[in-house]
């Protein structure tokens, strides 16, 4: 958005000439899409959260953000910031028609119209962004790198952690949980040790159904 060559810092703060210095089109669209993607505040996914009300896909996303935070040294040969910016982005299409539980999922095609709310939701952004968030969030649903696979593992694990945190509905169905994922949260010791960890937490609760 800058114009090359032009310090941010220096042009901003230089007598009130900020929009000199950065293209006004392309600092509107982003905009646009910053508006447009506060609509993740609004959408709600099927956990509710400790204090019982249901959570929202942006909360999901801090959550996800932070567990990648935490555990970052856990997985030293990461791109750490290509991690992070998965994380961030890998449910941003759902600002356009919402969440679909995967106990509602089926045989739907999920993805497909993900991706598609997506590339609608990206629209107003620069060529170069838009592809490059496209690029991110095809690599996470394929899981085809290491960063894909444990941002994929991470979003699993912290939906499992709040099913079992959350005051949920007396029907909420927990043992769905004790296979979610589970292709996804098997192959590293951190992740198996708190996927072992959070299945003990899940038996607990859905024994207590019963």
């Given at each position: 958005?800058?114009?090359?060559?032009?310090?941010?810092?220096?042009?901003?703060?230089?007598?009130?000439?900020?929009?000199?210095?950065?293209?006004?089109?392309?600092?509107?669209?982003?905009?646009?899409?910053?508006?447009?993607?506060?609509?993740?505040?609004?959408?709600?996914?099927?956990?509710?959260?400790?204090?019982?009300?249901?959570?929202?896909?942006?909360?999901?996303?801090?959550?996800?953000?932070l567990m990648a935070l935490v555990f970052e040294s856990e997985f030293p040969s990461l791109d750490f910031a290509r991690l992070i910016r998965m994380c961030v982005i890998h449910d941003l299409g759902e600002a356009i028609?919402?969440?679909?539980?995967?106990?509602?999922?089926?045989?739907?095609?999920?993805?497909?119209?993900?991706?598609?709310?997506?590339?609608?939701?990206?629209?107003?952004?620069?060529?170069?962004?838009?592809?490059?968030?496209?690029?991110?969030?095809?690599?996470?649903?394929?899981?085809?790198?290491?960063?894909?696979?444990?941002?994929?593992?991470?979003?699993?694990?912290?939906?499992?952690?709040?099913?079992?945190?959350?005051?949920?509905?007396?029907?909420?169905?927990?043992?769905?949980?004790?296979?979610?994922?589970?292709?996804?949260?098997?192959?590293?010791?951190?992740?198996?040790?708190?996927?072992?960890?959070?299945?003990?937490?899940?038996?607990?609760?859905?024994?207590?159904?019963?």
């Open positions: 958005m800058l114009r090359s060559g032009t310090s941010s810092i220096t042009s901003a703060s230089s007598a009130g000439k900020g929009l000199d210095s950065v293209d006004t089109r392309e600092l509107a669209g982003t905009l646009d899409f910053l508006r447009a993607a506060e609509q993740l505040k609004n959408v709600t996914r099927t956990s509710w959260t400790s204090a019982g009300h249901q959570e929202s896909v942006a909360e999901h996303t801090w959550r996800l953000c028609h919402g969440d679909i539980s995967a106990v509602l999922q089926g045989d739907s095609d999920k993805a497909e119209n993900e991706r598609r709310d997506l590339e609608e939701l990206l629209l107003p952004l620069p060529d170069r962004l838009r592809m490059s968030i496209l690029e991110l969030w095809d690599e996470y649903e394929a899981a085809s790198s290491p960063e894909a696979r444990v941002a994929k593992a991470l979003d699993k694990l912290e939906t499992i952690m709040q099913h079992n945190q959350g005051k949920n509905p007396p029907d909420f169905d927990y043992a769905f949980n004790l296979e979610y994922g589970r292709k996804h949260t098997s192959d590293h010791p951190l992740i198996v040790a708190i996927r072992e960890i959070l299945d003990q937490e899940t038996a607990r609760r859905a024994g207590k159904r019963k």
